[in-house]
Antibody, heavy 122, light 107 residues
Framework: EVQLVESGGALVQPGRSLRLSCAASGFSFGDYAMSWFRQTPGRGLEWVSLIRSVSAGETTEYAASVKGRFTISRDNSRSIAHLQMSSLKIEDTGVYYC?????????????WGPGTLVTVST | DIQMTQSPFTLSASVGDRVTITCRASQNIHTWLAWYQQKPGKAPKVLIHKATSLQNGVPSRFSGSGSGTEFTLTISSLQPDDFATYYCLQYNTYYRTFGQGTKVEIK
């Protein structure tokens, strides 16, 4: 059974840092791109960041709203993805979802975790 | 970024009704479009990918159509389990973007 579980969400003050983790199981982790999405009251569902699969070079991409502040990484030996968030802003508040995905031979594989809540507030 | 405009924002319908939700892309995304269903407190779940392909395990009352910039999700006969919020997602580029969502409510 495929499972992704996020952790690390918390209440944090503006300007501080937080690291989210995503533990994956039930699929060949290195073969999948790992992404972070978030859902906020103001902007709805929003893609945040992506790290490609091992075969795609593990290259990374970021949404403009987080570029330079967030860093995505993966530990393939432990099947864990991380999102290091720094210089947090109030508008970063939301539920953060970890997603493992790939598109192969017409199939669309898309696995979501249950989400972890990040609250940025004074 | 590719902007996705979804309509309507809310939709009131009864069990058995045929329901249609529309999504418009700000540029040509070919058929790189997925539809998701989300229930309160849960992660989104993919229903349709590549604009028209039904995801494994999704009931056949769900269908998708369209290409280019205009897309539609249709539920042929609304069931009690279908009251939820629906989103379109374009994945033409790595910078994926969602529509604003359509909440399907009980009439």
């Amino acid at each position: 059974e495929v499972q992704l579980v996020e952790s690390g969400g918390a209440l944090v003050q503006p300007g501080r840092s937080l690291r989210l983790s995503c533990a994956a199981s039930g699929f060949s982790f290195g073969d999948y791109a790992m992404s972070w999405f978030r859902q906020t009251p103001g902007r709805g569902l929003e893609w945040v960041s992506l790290i490609r699969s091992v075969s795609a070079g593990e290259t990374t991409e970021y949404a403009a709203s987080v570029k330079g502040r967030f860093t995505i990484s993966r530990d393939n030996s432990r099947s864990i993805a991380h999102l290091q968030m720094s210089s947090l802003k109030i508008e970063d508040t939301g539920v953060y979802y970890c997603v493992g995905g790939r598109i192969v031979a017409g199939t669309f594989e898309d696995y979501w975790g249950p989400g972890t809540l990040v609250t940025v507030s004074t | 970024d590719i902007q996705m405009t979804q309509s309507p924002f809310t939709l009131s319908a009864s069990v058995g009704d045929r329901v249609t939700i529309t999504c418009r892309a700000s540029q040509n995304i070919h058929t790189w479009l997925a539809w998701y269903q989300q229930k309160p407190g849960k992660a989104p779940k993919v229903l349709i990918h590549k604009a028209t392909s039904l995801q494994n395990g999704v009931p056949s009352r769900f269908s998708g159509s369209g290409s280019g910039t205009e897309f539609t999700l249709t539920i042929s006969s609304l069931q009690p389990d279908d009251f939820a919020t629906y989103y379109c997602l374009q994945y033409n580029t790595y910078y994926r973007t969602f529509g604003q969502g359509t909440k399907v409510e009980i009439k």
